[in-house]
């Protein structure tokens, strides 16, 4: 077959049955990716609290003073160990977090993982309102990164068991689509109360009403039928798979769930430590993909757009309203990409998108750098005039659609529909670690880099950019359309992973 791989001539009746959707599993699928509301809230909030004065004022006074200098290096002003240290602690609770949410994914199901995530980010979300020192502050961050673990490792797992296996990348998508909202609301939160004394204690305090969205509806909801099954809930799994895949579809509905039941007890049969099954050479494919996709996802630069795009739009000539709207069109262009992904990527698959995405996003990368290159200069002294500044934030925006319908959604959806069911827990959470880990190095390190390697630190994630492209092109087989429990089929049809692989399907 091809480099990469069609999953379109997977054999096997059993990966054949046509769930219908029905009314009841798309309500429970937005319930569930709406947990995204509370990290994209969180990654919007992060950027433009980090640009009003009176938040530096209060906890970072010597970046302030940095910027108040008469004519600053407009690649190292916000270059502060404590300002990135607030924004990045939250990355190194979610890692742990997220390691931690594997066991009680596993011995308590996806929905009270979600509950408790949605549970502790609520506390965290008042303490960092309320934040009377930097102690607090970052104890707060601290609380809202648990949640943030927890939610960002059960939801995808369950909208992966969840939804119908032809329209899995679809509703997957919702969970992406949901952190775009977070972003986009809490950029304009930050506009419309950046000139307010107290703007920052509001935007932060606020993060409680996407907590209490998503935790309010996981009460509702029931949990998969994976999940019920794994825990020895027979019945209970009857009544779930019944209720979203609707009792009009009886014959449908019973020869899914006794695939379930058959790969549940397959599961039970062979278990052992997860962590350790994993690392087993017939799983080096998932293993590989689910280590690369989110590290590869934070080298996008995606995460260093959304936090410090107000940052790096004021470094460039904007004022504060200004560079708090153009982080605003960036979150609304993101938007809309992801759903132009929920609406091609059951259609034309997940490679297509990864590598259009990826071109797409290398493009601008590079175009950003040589404008840099051309107006500021590597002294970082020179002047960017307005024109050149809108042309930034329309590469930018560009940037961001390529972005947004390919390495956003699908950096979610990837791992966790690739792992058979007695290591999803904890193949999922692996991934949701190391996107952490990822997104904390290069949170913690991008004001330095933007200050050392100036104009060069676009460069720098342009190339990676080009390096994940071809990994897709070489080693990612297309998943789409396959039920997760006979997605072992991909990797031994696959040109390299064929020779790791034996009968995985357990």
Known sequence: MAIGGSALDVAGGSCNIDS???????????????????????????????????????????????????????????????LTAFTSSLYVAGLVASLVASRLTAAYGRRTTMILGGLTFLFGAVISGFAANIVMLLFGRILLGFGVGFTNQAAPVYLSEVAPPQWRGAFNTGFQFFIGIGVVAANLLNYLTANHHNGWRISLGLATLPAMIMTGGCLFISDTPSSLLARGNHDLARVSLFKIRGANNRTDVEAELAELVKSSQLATEARAEPFKTILKRQYRPQLVVAVAIPCFQQLTGITINAFYAPVLFRSVGFGSGPALIATLMLGLVNLASILVSTMVIDRYGRRFLFISGGIQ?????????????????????????????VTVVVLLCIYAAGFGWSWGPLSWLVPSEIFPLKLRPAGQSLSVALNFAATFLIAQTFLATLCHFKFGAFLFYGGWILLMTVFVVMFLPETKGIHVDYMYQVWEKHWFWGRFTKSTST
């Open 20 to 82: 219908k959707i029905t009314a009841t599993v798309v309500m429970t699928c937005v319930v569930v990716a709406s947990s995204g509301l509370i990290f994209g809230y969180d990654i919007g909030i992060s950027g433009g609290v980090t640009t009003m004065k009176p938040f530096l004022e209060k906890f970072f006074p010597t970046v302030l003073k940095k910027a108040s200098e008469a004519k600053p290096n407009v690649y190292c002003v916000y270059d502060s160990q404590l």
């Open 361 to 389: 996003m290398f493009v601008c990368q590079v175009a950003v750098a040589a404008l840099l290159a051309a107006t500021v200069g590597a002294a970082g002294d020179g002047e960017m005039t307005k024109g050149y500044a």
